[in-house]
């Protein structure tokens, strides 16, 4: 069975930072194209940050400079870093992993930014 489970979500203030986690089972991670995706209330569901299975990376416009996304192949973990937090950022962040054949959803991670 496929599983990606996200976690590192929860409540910060503007300018903080959060590191999201996603651990990825059943499939052979190192071969994954992986992504980081989010939804906020009434939005598209968007890509925020992705890696591919060789290390290439690319971001969304409005997160360049202040997130970070790294995998861990040894762990099967792909980290997303999350500084100078926005309120606009709040959104449920899901993890995504795909190849040509498969493409599989973690369970998403409320992230809320108060001001």
């Known amino acids: 069975q496929v599983q990606l489970v996200e976690s590192g979500g929860g409540l910060v203030q503007p300018g903080g930072s959060l590191r999201l986690s996603c651990v990825a089972s059943?499939?052979?991670?190192?071969?994954?194209?992986m992504g980081w995706y989010r939804q906020a209330p009434g939005k598209q569901r968007e890509l925020v940050a992705g890696i591919s299975s060789g290390g290439s990376t690319n971001y969304a416009d409005s997160v360049k400079g202040r997130f970070t996304i790294s995998r861990d192949n040894a762990k099967n973990t792909v980290y997303l870093q999350m500084n100078s937090l926005k309120p606009e950022n709040t959104a449920v962040y899901y993890c995504?992993?795909?190849?040509?054949?498969?493409?599989?959803w973690g369970q998403g991670t409320q992230v809320t930014v108060s001001s």
């Open positions: 995504n992993g795909r190849t040509v054949n498969f493409d599989s």
């Open positions: 059943g499939i052979i991670f190192r071969f994954y194209n």
